[in-house]
C-alpha cells in the first residue's frame, strides 16, 4: 500500500535504469543507473566481472551499456569503461564512465542519491534486468529493513542494507532501490537469499548502502534531505464550460400524458386542487 | 521400421537448479553446453574417486565378507559441478558401485 499522495511524483526509475551489457555477445548481464550528466553509471563490481572486465585490472576493457530512455534520437548503444572501483575493499559497486560524450539524457532522467540510514523500514521500489521467459526486465517493490554485519571475511566501508522482496532475482544486480517515502535512491541491488526446501527467508535480499558512493575515489554526490515530491498539475475541470456545452434534450413520449397542471405544490401542505 | 542417425557431437544439457544460499544476482548467460559439460566431467571424476575409496576399503574387510555395496547420489550445480548428495530425488545421477569378492582372491 502506496502513503503516496495522488498528485505527486516519484523520481522514474525507468529514466535512468540502463542494461550492463557484455560486449563480447552483447548480452545481458545485469542493470546499472546513470547517476551524472558526464556519462558515468553505477553498477556493482561483480556484474562488472560478469561482462568480462575485472574491476580492480580493466586495462581499458570495455564494457556494453544500452539506455532505453535515451531521447531526442540519441545513441541508446554505448560502450564504457571501470572509471573507479574500491581497490582495498570489497564493496559491491563500480562507477564506470561512457567512452564517448556525455549520457543521452536529460537532466531530469538523472537519479538523486542519499545515504540509506534514514530509511529503515521505508517501502522501496526497484527495477532492473531480471530475465522472466521474454519479459527482458521487470519492476521490484518490498520494503528496506536496515543495515546487517556484512558477511564473514567481507571487508566493507558500509554494512549491506537488508531488503524484503519477492522480485529480486537475477539480472537485477546494480538496480538502484528508490525509498518512496525520501524519494532518493538508497541503495543498489547486489545479491539475493535462494531459500531451500524449508523456506525461511525467502524474500530476504541485500543492497549497496548508497553512502559508500560518496567515498574516494567515486566522490558522488548525495543528500541527506529528502527530494522533494514533483506535484504533477491537478486536473481542472470547468463547471461552466461543461454546462454551456448543452444538455441532452429530455425524451418526449408521443402517447405520454401533457404535465398536469392541476396540481400545484404549495409550500405548507403540498399539492391543492385548484379550478383547470 | 523408422531410423535414427546418431550425432556424435550431440551435446549432453543438465537441468541446473537454483542453489540454495546468497546469490549475487548478475545474469551469467554462459553456454548451457560448456556448463554441462564441465558438471559432468567433474561428476565422472567424482564417481571415479568414489570407485578408488571403496577399492581401498575391500582389502581391509575381513575375509568373511563377500562383497561391498555402495549406493550413493551426486547433484550437478552450475557453480559447484558435482556434489556427493542423497539417493534419489535430490540426485542428479544415482550410483551404485558393486565389489564382490573373486574365488582368485582367495587363492
Same mark, same amino acid.
Given at each position: 500500500?502506496?502513503?503516496?499522495?495522488?498528485?505527486?511524483?516519484?523520481?522514474?526509475?525507468?529514466?535512468?535504469?540502463?542494461?550492463?551489457?557484455?560486449?563480447?555477445?552483447?548480452?545481458?548481464?545485469?542493470?546499472?543507473?546513470?547517476?551524472?550528466?558526464?556519462?558515468?553509471?553505477?553498477?556493482?563490481?561483480?556484474?562488472?566481472?560478469?561482462?568480462?572486465?575485472?574491476?580492480?585490472?580493466?586495462?581499458?576493457?570495455?564494457?556494453?551499456?544500452?539506455?532505453?530512455?535515451?531521447?531526442?534520437?540519441?545513441?541508446?548503444?554505448?560502450?564504457?569503461?571501470?572509471?573507479?572501483?574500491?581497490?582495498?575493499?570489497?564493496?559491491?559497486?563500480?562507477?564506470?564512465?561512457?567512452?564517448?560524450?556525455?549520457?543521452?539524457?536529460?537532466?531530469?532522467?538523472?537519479?538523486?542519491?542519499?545515504?540509506?540510514?534514514?530509511?529503515?523500514?521505508?517501502?522501496?521500489?526497484?527495477?532492473?534486468?531480471?530475465?522472466?521467459?521474454?519479459?527482458?526486465?521487470?519492476?521490484?517493490?518490498?520494503?528496506?529493513?536496515?543495515?546487517?554485519?556484512? *558477511? /564473514?571475511?567481507?571487508? $566493507? @566501508?558500509? +554494512? %549491506?542494507?537488508? =531488503?524484503?522482496?519477492?522480485?529480486?532475482?537475477?539480472?537485477?544486480?546494480?538496480?538502484?532501490?528508490?525509498?518512496?517515502?525520501?524519494?532518493?535512491?538508497?541503495?543498489?541491488?547486489?545479491?539475493?537469499?535462494?531459500?531451500?526446501?524449508?523456506?525461511?527467508?525467502?524474500?530476504?535480499?541485500?543492497?549497496?548502502?548508497?553512502?559508500?558512493?560518496?567515498?574516494? *575515489? /567515486?566522490?558522488?554526490? $548525495? @543528500?541527506? +534531505? %529528502?527530494?522533494? =515530491?514533483?506535484?504533477?498539475?491537478?486536473?481542472?475541470?470547468?463547471?461552466?464550460?461543461?454546462?454551456?456545452?448543452?444538455?441532452?434534450?429530455?425524451?418526449?413520449?408521443?402517447?405520454?400524458?401533457?404535465?398536469?397542471?392541476?396540481?400545484?405544490?404549495?409550500?405548507?401542505?403540498?399539492?391543492?386542487?385548484?379550478?383547470? | 521400421?523408422?531410423?535414427?542417425?546418431?550425432?556424435?557431437?550431440?551435446?549432453?544439457?543438465?537441468?541446473?537448479?537454483?542453489?540454495?544460499?546468497?546469490?549475487?544476482?548478475?545474469?551469467?548467460?554462459?553456454?548451457?553446453?560448456?556448463?554441462?559439460?564441465?558438471?559432468?566431467?567433474?561428476?565422472?571424476?567424482?564417481?571415479?574417486?568414489?570407485?578408488?575409496?571403496?577399492?581401498?576399503?575391500?582389502?581391509?574387510?575381513?575375509?568373511?565378507?563377500?562383497?561391498?555395496?555402495?549406493?550413493?547420489?551426486?547433484?550437478?550445480?552450475?557453480?559447484?559441478?558435482?556434489?556427493?548428495?542423497?539417493?534419489?530425488?535430490?540426485?542428479?545421477?544415482?550410483?551404485?558401485?558393486?565389489?564382490?569378492?573373486?574365488?582368485?582372491?582367495?587363492?
Amino acid at each position: 500500500m502506496s502513503n503516496e499522495q495522488p498528485n505527486v511524483r516519484l523520481q522514474n526509475l525507468r529514466d535512468f535504469t540502463v542494461q550492463i551489457r557484455r560486449t563480447a555477445d552483447d548480452a545481458i548481464v545485469g542493470t546499472g543507473i546513470a547517476v551524472t550528466m558526464d556519462g558515468q553509471v553505477v553498477t556493482c563490481a561483480h556484474v562488472a566481472r560478469a561482462a568480462g572486465v575485472e574491476p580492480r585490472d580493466a586495462n581499458g576493457d570495455e564494457i556494453g551499456v544500452y539506455f532505453p530512455q535515451a531521447r531526442g534520437g540519441e545513441e541508446k548503444t554505448r560502450r564504457a569503461t571501470v572509471a573507479c572501483c574500491f581497490p582495498q575493499h570489497d564493496d559491491d559497486v563500480v562507477l564506470l564512465q561512457l567512452t564517448e560524450g556525455a549520457a543521452p539524457l536529460a537532466p531530469e532522467q538523472i537519479a538523486v542519491l542519499g545515504r540509506a540510514e534514514a530509511s529503515w523500514f521505508h517501502p522501496f521500489r526497484s527495477y532492473g534486468y531480471r530475465r522472466l521467459e521474454n519479459y527482458i526486465a521487470g519492476h521490484a517493490h518490498g520494503m528496506i529493513l536496515g543495515c546487517v554485519p556484512p *558477511p /564473514l571475511g567481507r571487508n $566493507v @566501508q558500509a +554494512e %549491506p542494507v537488508q =531488503l524484503e522482496s519477492q522480485q529480486i532475482n537475477q539480472g537485477m544486480s546494480g538496480a538502484g532501490v528508490l525509498d518512496i517515502e525520501r524519494n532518493l535512491i538508497v541503495g543498489i541491488v547486489s545479491e539475493t537469499w535462494f531459500p531451500d526446501l524449508s523456506t525461511k527467508d525467502r524474500d530476504t535480499a541485500w543492497a549497496v548502502n548508497a553512502r559508500v558512493l560518496t567515498f574516494d *575515489p /567515486l566522490n558522488l554526490p $548525495v @543528500q541527506d +534531505e %529528502p527530494l522533494p =515530491l514533483s506535484k504533477a498539475p491537478e486536473p481542472k475541470t470547468d463547471i461552466e464550460e461543461a454546462r454551456a456545452s448543452g444538455t441532452t434534450p429530455r425524451p418526449r413520449w408521443r402517447n405520454g400524458l401533457d404535465e398536469m397542471t392541476c396540481w400545484r405544490p404549495s409550500v405548507a401542505t403540498g399539492p391543492t386542487r385548484s379550478a383547470a | 521400421m523408422s531410423t535414427f542417425i546418431i550425432d556424435e557431437d550431440t551435446p549432453i544439457l543438465v537441468e541446473f537448479a537454483p542453489r540454495p544460499g546468497v546469490q549475487q544476482v548478475s545474469l551469467s548467460p554462459a553456454d548451457l553446453a560448456a556448463k554441462s559439460a564441465q558438471a559432468l566431467d567433474r561428476a565422472m571424476g567424482t564417481i571415479y574417486q568414489m570407485a578408488r575409496r571403496v577399492s581401498a576399503l575391500r582389502v581391509t574387510l575381513p575375509d568373511e565378507f563377500t562383497q561391498v555395496e555402495l549406493e550413493f547420489g551426486v547433484k550437478l550445480e552450475a557453480e559447484a559441478g558435482a556434489l556427493i548428495s542423497k539417493v534419489g530425488a535430490e540426485a542428479s545421477i544415482n550410483v551404485t558401485l558393486t565389489w564382490e569378492r573373486s574365488d582368485a582372491e582367495d587363492e
